[in-house]
Nanobody
Framework: QVQLVESGGGLVQAGGSLRLSCAAS????????MGWFRQAPGKEREFVAA????????YYADSVKGRFTISRDNAKNTVYLQMNSLKPEDTAVYYC?????????????????????WGQGTQVTVSS
């Protein structure tokens, strides 16, 4: 079992930066790829970024490519999402999630059904 707790959300002006953290508990964290999703008001939850268990492979949604960076520290059981050049359209609740063990190709981790554990989410609000 994996428990996930996000933190680091908040209110920031457009053009600013935030770093989200996702602390995981459970002995299988280092063997799992991880991902970030977000859900804006009135919209479906969408994929943001994913990272392989080793951290060597990453994949991003086109909407955040070049602005967001996903990383992980397996020694700390933590996944990060560095968000730069934030835009008002980045406003959403951000969720981290653990990829099911049978999936290893990072480009296939864009679908919610690839994930079996989810955090409770952290709110990010970007003002214009």
């Amino acid at each position: 079992q994996v428990q996930l707790v996000e933190s680091g959300g908040g209110l920031v002006q457009a053009g600013g930066s935030l770093r989200l953290s996702c602390a995981a508990s459970g002995r299988t964290f280092s063997n799992r790829a991880m991902g970030w999703f977000r859900q804006a008001p009135g919209k479906e939850r969408e994929f943001v970024a994913a990272i392989t268990w080793s951290g060597a492979g990453t994949y991003y949604a086109d909407s955040v490519k070049g602005r967001f960076t996903i990383s992980r520290d397996n020694a700390k059981n933590t996944v990060y999402l560095q968000m730069n050049s934030l835009k008002p359209e980045d406003t959403a609740v951000y969720y981290c999630a653990a990829v099911r063990p049978e999936y290893s190709t990072v480009a296939t981790m864009t679908s919610e059904n690839r994930y079996d554990y989810w955090g409770q989410g952290t709110q990010v609000t970007v003002s214009s």
